[in-house]
């Protein structure tokens, strides 16, 4: 078996593995894309189960309980913003060219100001929280 065969016999093994990789690729993506969704809605219901129990509750810390909420869907939006970024990097890798390397760097850059805004928020409203 010669060099060149060798060398042959590789670059055809990874193009036989190519498709497949770009699959389970796909399969991460979607899967990360599904939690991140369950994230939302979950964080979504919580929040919303959360508001509607200061609304019937007129109780000294009702304000403290509304920030206990929102705090609360910030934090899962920003997680569910994490693997976002997470899945739009893997689908990146399967198709690198300019056009998706641009897509890719201004959804980062919307969700980068996402992220900090929420943060800011989380933040303010813990600080405010243990002031209290």
């Known amino acids: 078996m010669s060099i ?10 990874s193009e036989s593995l190519e498709p497949f990789i770009h699959q389970i ?21 919580i929040a919303f189960i959360g508001y509607i129990r200061t609304l019937y509750r007129h ?9 206990a909420v929102r705090f609360r ?16 990097i893997l689908t990146t890798i399967l198709d690198p060219n300019a056009e998706e390397l641009i897509r890719l760097s201004v959804i980062v850059a919307v969700r980068i100001i996402l992220g900090w805004s929420l943060s800011k ?9 243990l002031r209290k």
């Not at 060149?4 to 093994?13: I, L």
């Not at 109780?59 to 920030?67: A, I």
């Not at 928020?121 to 929280?129: A, C, K, V």
Request: glycine share 16%; proline share 0%; aromatic share 2%.
């Open 59 to 67: 109780q000294k810390g009702q304000v403290e309980k509304g920030d």
């Open 73 to 88: 869907l910030a934090g899962g939006l920003l997680l569910a913003l994490d693997l976002v970024v997470g899945s739009d």
């Open 25 to 45: 690729i796909q399969y991460i993506t979607t899967g990360i894309d599904a939690a991140a969704a369950i994230i939302i809605g979950i964080s979504v219901v």
């Open 4 to 13: 060149e065969s060798g060398v042959e016999a590789v670059e055809g093994s």
């Open 121 to 129: 928020e989380i933040s303010g409203h813990s600080e405010d929280l």
